[in-house]
């Protein structure tokens, strides 16, 4: 495709994504994620703040060792330490891309920024040129350009493609636009830019009023070539704009857009499943695509329509996205070899022998309880919050639960902390509210209990139950995930991962934080 056939997919999945409260990933998680994300064929992965943390740095550039296929790219404020830090984690990187921005909207200037417009634009300009003195692949975000005024949008766009920004972004930061007025905006800023046509136009757009996707296809058809996602719409508040919506509602609709991602769009559901799972913010069912009931038919004139004739009902196959009939893979006769081939054919890949072994150790144990082990259950055990010992503050060693008509429902339970086991005992209005009192107990972590959530990984009575449990304390928020075909302990094990998370602390830098 040329390139203005082509529409550029940029997933930040893995920056703004993380942004989610509690969506905080490791090192490990993103990198199956990136891995995936290749897979898919995105054309630029944006793989974190490389200034937040020193993980968020790490992780940054363990993507950028990895990935081969795809522009790695690491987002930074236009200050220099922001930009030498980004350089810095993408330097190994194959195709490496220094993202940075500055505000440009009159109340962030005014409030955030505390700078006047003048002083925005030669701040932008140095960050490009000193970006440019690094990589070759500069883009320049404005931010909150949803509400910036059109006039300064032009005269500080123009400055940053004259200093080398090869890509220009138009973020409807906090979801205001509205899709024929947004749409327009870019029209106007491709045609009263004179050097416009020096760089791909993108955007990014949030989902605070629900057209993120909206805003997005109408900046397509009004000519931006780039367009800045997420896995399933993740992302800060309400979310971004969904990838694999985009992808296909281009697709699909040919005869408006005439243009075309490189996506393979048969990893998309795959994809979206291993986000789901690492990061436990479940798929909605009725989610366009991705969503468990997007190709489903209850009523009957529906169904006598696609038996018919598919397409009276269906505009996609879902054979096309990856959905299919999910067959036994594996099963408790299978041998190590095997294990490992399949996890190797989902992308699923162990740093030492040790974690290959004790993965196939839970495969079996699994395989006794299970009579069908599918993919998912694979995801989730490489996904599994089990932890070696010495790597985290609580470890969960055993647990009883008594629950019956009547009786108030008890829970023991055996938590390894310091080296050192200790036991209690504790009453609850249920099973899972006994647990957590009793691990409570023990930890006293002074948390805050925000979401307790259970989701099913495949279908069945015995299927693997996972529980995402949400805990706050001092403003910081994590999520907790464990996976067990006993509900009960999946629940322990999800409380147990997010006090773990909350112990282990570490401040993150929020990208949009002044610091100028």
């Known amino acids: 495709m040329s390139a203005n056939d082509q529409l550029i997919i940029f997933d930040t999945t893995l920056r703004d994504g993380e942004q989610s409260p509690g969506a905080s990933m490791t090192k490990a998680e993103k990198l199956r994620i990136a891995k995936a994300l290749e897979k898919l064929r995105v054309d630029v992965i944006e793989a974190g703040f490389a200034i937040a943390s020193p993980g968020d740095f790490e992780a940054v550039k363990a993507i950028a060792e990895t990935i081969k296929d795809s522009t790695v790219c690491s987002l930074s404020r236009a200050l220099d330490k922001d930009i030498d830090r980004a350089a810095e984690a993408i330097r190994p990187a194959a195709r490496g891309r220094i993202h940075t921005f500055i505000a440009t909207s009159p109340i962030h200037m005014k409030y955030k920024l505390q700078m006047e417009p003048d002083a925005v634009i030669e701040q932008a300009v140095r ?204 099963g408790k006769l299978s041998g190590r070899n095997a294990f490992r ?71 023991e339970v055996t938590l390894l902390m310091e080296g050192k086991e200790h036991r209690v005992e504790a009453e609850g209005s249920g099973p899972v509210d006994a647990t957590f009192k009793a691990i409570e107990t023990l930890a006293d972590s002074g948390c805050n209990l925000q979401l307790y959530s259970v989701n099913n990984i495949t279908s069945g009575t015995d299927a693997q139950g996972e529980v995402t449990v949400r805990l706050e304390r001092g403003g910081r928020i994590v999520n907790g995930l464990g996976a067990d075909t006993d509900i009960i302990i999946a629940s322990a094990k999800a409380y147990v991962n997010a006090l773990n998370l909350i112990s282990a602390g570490g401040v993150r830098q929020h990208p949009q934080v002044a610091d100028v």
């Not at 109408?218 to 931006?224: D, K, T």
């Not at 993965?359 to 998912?376: C, N, Q, S, V």
Request: proline share 3%.
């Open 127 to 330: 960050a490009v040129k000193r970006a440019r003195n690094h990589v070759d692949d500069v883009e320049f975000s404005c931010e909150d350009a949803g509400r910036s005024e059109l006039d300064f949008l032009c005269r500080i766009i123009e400055a940053a493609i004259d200093a080398g920004a090869a890509t220009i972004n138009i973020p409807d930061t906090v979801g205001y636009a509205i899709p024929e007025q947004f749409g327009e905006t870019i029209h106007q800023l491709l045609t009263r830019i004179p050097n416009a046509d020096k760089a791909v136009f993108s955007v990014h757009c949030h989902n605070d009023l629900g057209l993120a996707v909206a805003n997005s296809l109408a900046a397509v058809s009004r000519g931006a070539r780039q367009v800045e996602c997420t896995i399933n719409g993740l992302g800060e508040r309400a979310g971004n704009a969904s990838l694999e919506e985009i992808v296909m509602a281009v697709r699909t609709r040919q005869d408006l857009f005439h243009i075309d991602t490189r996506i393979d769009a048969r990893h998309i559901v795959p994809t979206s499943k291993l986000v789901s799972t690492i990061t436990g913010f479940p798929v909605q069912p009725n989610k366009a695509i991705v969503g468990a009931n997007a190709f489903a038919h209850e009523s009957g004139i529906h169904q006598d329509g696609v038996l018919k004739h598919r397409e009276t009902y269906e505009i996609m196959r879902a054979e096309d996205v990856g959905w299919h009939t999910n067959s036994l893979v594996l």
């Open 341 to 411: 081939t399949r996890l190797q054919e989902l992308g699923i890949q162990f740093e030492t022998e040790g974690e290959l072994n004790e993965a196939f150790a839970r495969f079996k144990t699994m395989a006794d309880l299970k009579h069908e082990i599918f993919d998912e259950d694979l995801q989730a055990i490489a996904t599994d919050t089990k932890v070696k010992e010495g790597e985290a503050r609580y470890q969960l060693v055993c647990m009883k639960v008594c629950s019956e008509t009547g009786v108030v429902p008890k829970a």
